[in-house]
């Protein structure tokens, strides 16, 4: 099977999907707006730098993506993100064409106004298949008129990289730690656990906080640390690679996630499988994976005391991290596998391979 993969070679969801098909036979080639490279995975560089042109750059790349597919003649055309590389693989006009709606593309995008509201569905509709990473976002799509098929399907968190290690777990005559891995960029709200940090260590004064991850609002961050008078007990580690991010997670006491919207969480399902107890904002993406008070705890978007507070509980609380360790582990195994999500995709690839029959012609190309 040859794919044609429409997305940003730079971003590790793009990869990890590109190397799972790659490493499994399939024949794929990535046309990406943006600079990346894959190891085993030819990436074509097509049309302008998004972040240079905004969203013009995708309608501007469209001739060169048709040209480009004309080449390819690939059995699948597959754009991550409705509504960017989804707009050019609908005005591309190949099929079968699935487009996957990651998260901002939909939940945020469509609430700008009518016009990029109907860009998106307009784009969804050309596809033969949508698929959506959380429950919440395929309602949402639903909710826009979308009748068209559709597949939920989490991207969940590598179990061969995220899983419980034993002989790494939290020690408990050590720094209790506390671990944030989101980027340092708005949507992530990481502000909100720098100014709970106060109260944190007034209750749990050999805390540390391992902030793990890169973005625009580093910088900022680092120096509120300094103004609060926590900067010892807080470490930037800045990007790191899977594997330290999983030595972090199985060795940590409390995960916080404070985003204010997410697809799926993927940082929290690899915080579940390392064991790491969540306490996390209450938004959808991460009441589908956490009961409060059971599995973990959901608190405000905005309240550093009600977050420090929660935190301050969980770290009080070693019976209820050691089963919800458990439970979430089950959960993660259960419906939050990347593998078994990859698997699932694969038969939809096929699937759709014997339902849409004829491909699209490129007239006058």
């Known amino acids: ?126 596809a033969d298949l949508v698929t959506s990473v959380a429950m919440h976002m395929s309602a949402t799509i639903r909710a826009m008129g979308f009748t068209g ?19 790494e777990a939290e020690d408990a005559t050590g720094p209790r730690l506390i671990v944030s891995t989101r980027n340092f960029e708005p949507i992530y709200n990481v502000h909100l656990l720098i100014e709970a940090l106060p109260k944190i260590l007034a209750g749990a004064p050999s805390a540390k906080v391992i902030v793990i991850g890169s973005g625009s609002l580093r910088e900022q961050l680092e120096r509120r640390t300094r103004e609060l008078g926590v900067e010892d007990h807080v470490e930037f580690t800045g990007k790191l690679a899977a594997t330290e991010i999983a030595q972090y997670l199985s060795r940590a006491a409390i995960f916080v996630t404070t985003s204010l919207s997410d697809g799926n969480n993927i940082s929290l399902n690899e915080a579940m499988a390392c ?35 929660q935190i301050l509980a969980g770290l009080d609380a070693p019976n209820l991290r050691r089963a919800a360790a458990d439970l979430n582990w089950k959960l993660i195994q259960q419906r939050g596998s990347w ?13 759709i391979m014997n339902r849409v029959c004829t491909h699209d012609a490129f007239p006058g190309v």
């Open 1 to 126: 099977m040859k794919i044609c993969l429409l997305a940003n070679a730079a971003s590790i969801h793009t990869q990890r999907w590109a190397t799972y098909f790659a490493e499994h036979g399939y024949d794929v080639t990535i046309l990406s707006l943006s600079d990346g490279e894959i190891p085993g995975v030819p990436v074509k560089r097509v049309g302008l730098e998004p972040r240079v042109l905004g969203r013009l750059a995708y309608l501007l790349s469209v001739l060169q993506v048709r040209r480009a597919i004309k080449r390819l003649k690939p059995d699948i055309v597959h754009a991550h993100y409705a509504g960017g590389y989804g707009l050019v693989g609908a005005l591309a006009g190949h099929h079968p064409l699935i487009i996957s709606a990651w998260g901002s593309d939909v939940l945020v995008a469509p609430r700008e106004g009518r016009i990029m509201k109907r860009i998106v569905k307009a784009c969804l509709d050309r």
């Open 275 to 309: 064991g790491a107890f969540p306490v996390v904002t209450d938004i959808p993406a991460n009441r589908e994976w956490i009961e409060n008070g059971r599995n973990g705890f959901l608190v405000s978007t905005h309240d550093s005391d009600e977050l420090a507070e």
């Open 149 to 167: 098929a559709m597949v939920t399907l989490p991207f969940g968190a590598d179990t061969t990289v995220f899983y419980p290690r034993e002989d």
């Open 339 to 351: 593998k078994t999500a990859m698997a699932r995709m694969e038969n939809e690839y096929f699937s």
